[in-house]
């Protein structure tokens, strides 16, 4: 299981915990650019440990930011011509597949 987010009240991992333990996963996983936050990386550790979890997290190498990759894409559309409102809207919920 991976968590895009996990903050709140609890500290990372509250969130994660609690999913993890819901839905009775024994493997959890970190990846992306969090996943160069040693804190985070500590925090989860120590969660995992303590419910019996597998933690996976990517190495640092390979926890890249998509900032860069999406940027690119925006450069190559305007260069192509294409621009966008300055009425553009937030999707934080957009769904990327039907």
Not at 10 to 36: L, Y
Not at 77 to 94: I, M, T
């Amino acid at each position: 299981m991976c968590i895009v987010s996990d903050g709140g009240d609890r500290g990372a991992g509250g969130q994660t915990r609690k999913a993890a333990i819901k839905n009775g996963v024994k493997t959890v996983t970190i990846s992306g650019g969090v996943s160069c936050n040693q804190a985070l990386r500590e925090s989860m550790g120590r969660m995992a440990e303590e419910e019996g979890l597998a933690l996976h997290v990517a190495t640092p190498v390979l926890s890249t930011d998509n900032a860069a990759m999406i940027g690119a894409a925006g450069l190559l559309r305007l260069e192509a011509g294409e621009k966008s409102s300055s009425a553009l809207d937030v999707d934080p919920n957009l769904k990327l597949c039907q």
